[in-house]
C-alpha cells in the first residue's frame, strides 16, 4: 500500500514540459510550405532533436508537443525516433498533441487548458529552442517565488548577451526594467517597435526602491509557467503571443491580480530560438562552435571537413570544389569548379559545374544546372530547378507558380520568384519591412540601413522609401474602441468593472502609453455624457451619465499626472463641440471638484496656461474665482484662530 502512494505521489509531481512546433508566420517561406518547423535540418539533425535532447537532459520528465500544422509529419518522425530508442526516450515521455484550428499561439495554450492535460507548474518553449540549461534549479526558484507571491504566473528565462552579438536578432531586441526581486516591471521589444522614443511610467520609479534597467538581454523564448497561465490565456483571447501575454499583464496587475518575473542566465549557460532565417545561421554557428555543448552537431551524421565545412552520409564532393562556411545534407552531389560559401543545402540536391552559391540556403531535391549563381540570401523551395547560366539573387523561389504570379517571375519550368515586398506604389509599415527582411538577412549578422534600401531597389536609381507610408494611429484606434465599450456599456447597462478589462485589453493590443489613456478615456465618456438629448434635465442627463461611468473615472484619474490628463480632456472637448452649452465646462469642472477627481491646485495650474482672450478662458474664470475667494476665507478663518 505505501509503494502505491509513493507512486501516486511521484506522478503527482512529474516535471512536464510543453513545445510548440509552429511558428504562425511565414519567415520560414519557402521551405515551410513542405517542411515543418520542427523538422528543419539543423547539421542534418531535425531542429525537434535539439530541443527535445536538452529538455530530457534538463529534468523534465514528459513532453508535450503540440502540433497544428504538417501534424503527420510530425507525428511520424517522433513514432520513429521511439522506436529506434532514441537518447532522449530513455528519460523522457514525449506525446503529440494536435489542433488543426489553431492559429497563434494564444489559441494553442486555450486548447491545451480545454484538455487539461498539465497537473502544475510546467516549462514552456517557443518553437526552436536550443539550450543547456538544466531546468530544474530554475523550477525550483519559481517554486520559491510564488510561495512569497501568489501572483507570480511566470518566468521568463532571459540570457545576458552583447550588444549586436552573433546570437542576437536586431528585430528582438528587448529592454526590461526588475526590481530588486527580479520581478517585471517593464518589458518591450525594441525591434518590432515604430517608437523612436521610450516613456518609462513614472510610478515605476516612485514605487521602487531599487530599479534595474536591462539592455544586454536576449529573449530566449522560454518560460516557467504556474499552473495559473493557461487560464489567464482562456480568460483573456487578446492575449496571441507569449510578449501579448506579459504586456498585458503588466498594464493590468492590480485587475488580473498576476505578476511576472525573469531569470537571466549568464556564463556557460545558453539559450536561443531559431525564430528567422538568421537566427538559424546564428544558432548553426554556435552549435558548430561547441557553445552549446553537450548539445552539438552529431558526429555520425555529419563529417566535418576543413574551413568548417559539414557534410552528409553520402555526399560526394569534386576535388575542385571551393567550400568555405558551409552546411551540406545527406546525398549531396557536387560537380566541378563549385564554390559554396556561408550557405546551407539540404539533403538530395545536385548541384552541377562552376555553380557559386553564397550567403543562401538551398531546399532538399533542388537542381542547380552548371553554370549558375545563386547569391544574396536567395532561398530555394524544396524540389526547385535551375536551367543553365541561371543568376538568382536576394529572391525566393518556389517550384510552382505562386498565387501572385507575374510576368517576369518565372525562371524555369519548376523556379517562380515568390513575391514577398511589395511593389513602389503598395503600403507597408517600417515594421513588416523589417520583419520580411529577415528572411533575406543570410550570411550578414549585422545588417546597416544603406543595406536595407539595397535589399528593395528595383534599380539603382529607384529606391522604396520605407517612411513613405505613415503607421495606423493607434490611439485613435485604442479612443474608437473605448467610445464602443463605453455606449456598448451604457446601453445594456454592464458593470464599470467589465468595461475597465475590455479597455485595459484595447490599452494593450494598441500599446498606448498611460497618458494618452488617461486622455481618452476621460474624453470619451465627456463625449458619452453630452450626447444625451437636450431637454430641460440637461444638467441632470449629464450628471446621470457622469456618476455612471463614475467607478471608470476613478479607475484612471488616480494622480496628479492623470489629472493634468483629465483636464486637457476636458480643455479638448470644450474647444472642439462649438454647440456645447455655455456653462457646460463649468459644471464638468465643479462635479469632478466635488467628486475629488481633481484637486484645486490642479485646476488653477492648467487655468494659469489658458489663453486670456479665449472663449474657454472666460467661462471658466468664475469658478477658478470662487476657488481662490474660498481659499483665501479658509486661509483668514485659520490666521484668526
Keep these: 500500500?505505501?509503494?502505491?502512494?509513493?507512486?501516486?505521489?511521484?506522478?503527482?509531481?512529474?516535471?512536464?514540459?510543453?513545445?510548440?512546433?509552429?511558428?504562425?508566420?511565414?519567415?520560414?517561406?519557402?521551405?515551410?510550405?513542405?517542411?515543418?518547423?520542427?523538422?528543419?535540418?539543423?547539421?542534418?539533425?531535425?531542429?525537434?532533436?535539439?530541443?527535445?535532447?536538452?529538455?530530457?537532459?534538463?529534468?523534465?520528465?514528459?513532453?508535450?508537443?503540440?502540433?497544428?500544422?504538417?501534424?503527420?509529419?510530425?507525428?511520424?518522425?517522433?513514432?520513429?525516433?521511439?522506436?529506434?530508442?532514441?537518447?532522449?526516450?530513455?528519460?523522457?515521455?514525449?506525446?503529440?498533441?494536435?489542433?488543426?484550428?489553431?492559429?497563434?499561439?494564444?489559441?494553442?495554450?486555450?486548447?491545451?487548458?480545454?484538455?487539461?492535460?498539465?497537473?502544475?507548474?510546467?516549462?514552456?518553449?517557443?518553437?526552436?529552442?536550443?539550450?543547456?540549461?538544466?531546468?530544474?534549479?530554475?523550477?525550483k526558484k519559481h517554486n520559491i517565488t510564488t510561495k512569497s507571491d501568489k501572483g507570480c504566473a511566470m518566468t521568463l528565462i532571459l540570457q545576458e548577451s552583447a550588444i549586436r552579438g552573433i546570437g542576437r536578432c536586431p528585430h528582438e531586441e528587448l529592454l526590461v526594467a526588475t526590481d530588486s526581486h527580479s520581478k517585471l516591471l517593464f518589458y518591450k521589444k525594441l525591434g518590432s517597435s515604430k517608437d523612436n522614443k521610450l516613456e518609462f511610467p513614472l510610478e515605476i520609479f516612485l514605487d521602487n526602491a531599487s530599479v534595474s534597467l536591462h539592455h544586454n538581454l536576449n529573449d530566449t523564448h522560454m518560460a516557467i509557467c504556474s499552473s495559473s497561465v493557461l487560464p489567464l490565456f482562456s480568460d483573456n483571447f487578446d492575449f496571441q503571443t507569449k510578449d501579448d501575454f506579459v504586456r498585458g499583464l503588466l498594464m493590468n496587475e492590480e485587475i488580473l491580480g498576476s505578476t511576472v518575473y525573469c531569470h537571466i542566465l549568464k556564463g556557460n549557460q545558453f539559450a536561443g530560438s531559431i525564430t528567422n532565417w538568421r537566427m538559424y545561421q546564428a544558432l548553426s554557428y554556435e552549435l558548430r562552435n561547441n557553445w552549446v555543448h553537450p548539445l552539438i552537431p552529431s558526429t555520425k551524421r555529419n563529417r566535418k571537413l576543413k574551413n568548417d565545412v559539414f557534410i552528409g552520409e553520402g555526399t560526394k564532393i569534386s576535388e575542385t570544389a571551393e567550400l568555405n562556411d558551409a552546411v551540406l545534407g545527406d546525398d549531396v552531389a557536387l560537380g566541378k569548379n563549385v564554390r559554396i560559401e556561408d550557405s546551407f543545402v539540404f539533403s538530395n540536391t545536385k548541384i552541377g559545374d562552376n555553380v557559386v552559391i553564397t550567403h543562401s540556403i538551398i531546399g532538399e531535391h533542388c537542381t542547380i544546372q552548371s553554370g549558375s549563381e545563386i547569391t544574396s540570401g536567395s532561398i530555394l523551395e524544396n524540389g526547385c530547378v535551375l536551367e543553365k547560366d541561371?543568376?538568382?539573387?536576394?529572391?525566393?523561389?518556389?517550384?510552382?507558380?505562386?498565387?501572385?504570379?507575374?510576368?517576369?517571375?518565372?525562371?524555369?519550368?519548376?523556379?517562380?520568384?515568390?513575391?514577398?515586398?511589395?511593389?513602389?506604389?503598395?503600403?507597408?509599415?517600417?515594421?513588416e519591412l523589417d520583419r520580411k527582411l529577415?528572411?533575406?538577412?543570410?550570411?550578414?549578422?549585422?545588417?546597416?540601413?544603406?543595406?536595407?534600401?539595397?535589399?528593395?531597389?528595383?534599380?539603382?536609381?529607384?529606391?522604396?522609401?520605407?517612411?513613405?507610408?505613415?503607421?495606423?494611429?493607434?490611439?485613435?484606434?485604442?479612443?474608437?474602441?473605448?467610445?464602443?465599450?463605453?455606449?456598448?456599456?451604457?446601453?445594456?447597462?454592464?458593470?464599470?468593472?467589465?468595461?475597465?478589462?475590455?479597455?485595459?485589453?484595447?490599452?494593450?493590443?494598441?500599446?498606448?502609453?498611460?497618458?494618452?489613456?488617461?486622455?481618452?478615456?476621460?474624453?470619451?465618456?465627456?463625449?458619452?455624457?453630452?450626447?444625451?438629448?437636450?431637454?430641460?434635465q440637461y444638467f441632470g442627463n449629464l450628471s446621470r451619465v457622469l456618476t455612471y461611468f463614475a467607478p471608470v473615472l476613478k479607475n484612471y484619474i488616480r494622480n496628479e499626472s492623470a489629472m493634468k490628463d483629465c483636464l486637457e480632456a476636458i480643455q479638448d472637448v470644450a474647444v472642439s463641440s462649438e454647440s456645447l452649452h455655455e456653462k457646460c465646462v463649468t459644471f464638468i469642472l465643479q462635479y469632478f471638484y466635488h467628486k475629488d477627481y481633481i484637486s484645486e491646485d490642479a485646476i488653477l495650474n492648467w487655468f494659469s496656461t489658458l489663453t486670456t482672450s479665449s472663449k474657454l478662458y472666460k467661462q471658466v474664470k468664475p469658478f477658478t474665482d470662487w476657488l481662490k475667494e474660498a481659499e483665501e476665507e479658509s486661509g483668514e478663518e485659520e490666521s484668526e484662530q
Design 1 to 139: 500500500m505505501l509503494r502505491k502512494e509513493s507512486q501516486m505521489v511521484h506522478k503527482e509531481n512529474i516535471v512536464q514540459a510543453i513545445v510548440l512546433t509552429d511558428t504562425f508566420d511565414d519567415e520560414f517561406l519557402p521551405i515551410s510550405e513542405h517542411l515543418p518547423h520542427a523538422l528543419l535540418p539543423v547539421f542534418n539533425r531535425p531542429l525537434i532533436d535539439y530541443t527535445l535532447e536538452f529538455l530530457s537532459l534538463g529534468g523534465i520528465e514528459e513532453t508535450f508537443l503540440f502540433s497544428s500544422a504538417h501534424v503527420e509529419a510530425v507525428k511520424r518522425y517522433v513514432n520513429k525516433c521511439i522506436e529506434n530508442g532514441e537518447g532522449w526516450t530513455l528519460t523522457m515521455k514525449v506525446n503529440v498533441m494536435v489542433s488543426e484550428s489553431c492559429r497563434s499561439f494564444g489559441d494553442c495554450l486555450r486548447d491545451l487548458d480545454a484538455k487539461g492535460v498539465l497537473r502544475g507548474e510546467f516549462v514552456l518553449l517557443e518553437p526552436g529552442t536550443v539550450s543547456n540549461v538544466d531546468l530544474l534549479p530554475l523550477l
Design 438 to 536: 529577415s528572411r533575406l538577412d543570410i550570411g550578414d549578422f549585422n545588417y546597416e540601413s544603406d543595406e536595407i534600401e539595397d535589399a528593395f531597389s528595383d534599380s539603382g536609381d529607384e529606391q522604396l522609401s520605407y517612411t513613405q507610408t505613415p503607421p495606423p494611429d493607434d490611439t485613435k484606434l485604442f479612443y474608437t474602441e473605448v467610445i464602443d465599450s463605453l455606449t456598448r456599456g451604457l446601453e445594456d447597462k454592464l458593470p464599470c468593472d467589465n468595461l475597465i478589462l475590455e479597455i485595459n485589453s484595447s490599452r494593450y493590443a494598441y500599446n498606448v502609453i498611460l497618458k494618452e489613456v488617461n486622455f481618452n478615456i476621460v474624453k470619451a465618456v465627456l463625449i458619452l455624457s453630452l450626447r444625451q438629448p437636450e431637454t430641460t
Design 390 to 431: 541561371t543568376f538568382v539573387k536576394n529572391s525566393l523561389l518556389v517550384a510552382k507558380i505562386p498565387d501572385n504570379y507575374e510576368n517576369g517571375d518565372k525562371l524555369a519550368d519548376k523556379a517562380y520568384r515568390l513575391r514577398i515586398f511589395p511593389d513602389e506604389d503598395d503600403n507597408i509599415s517600417i515594421n
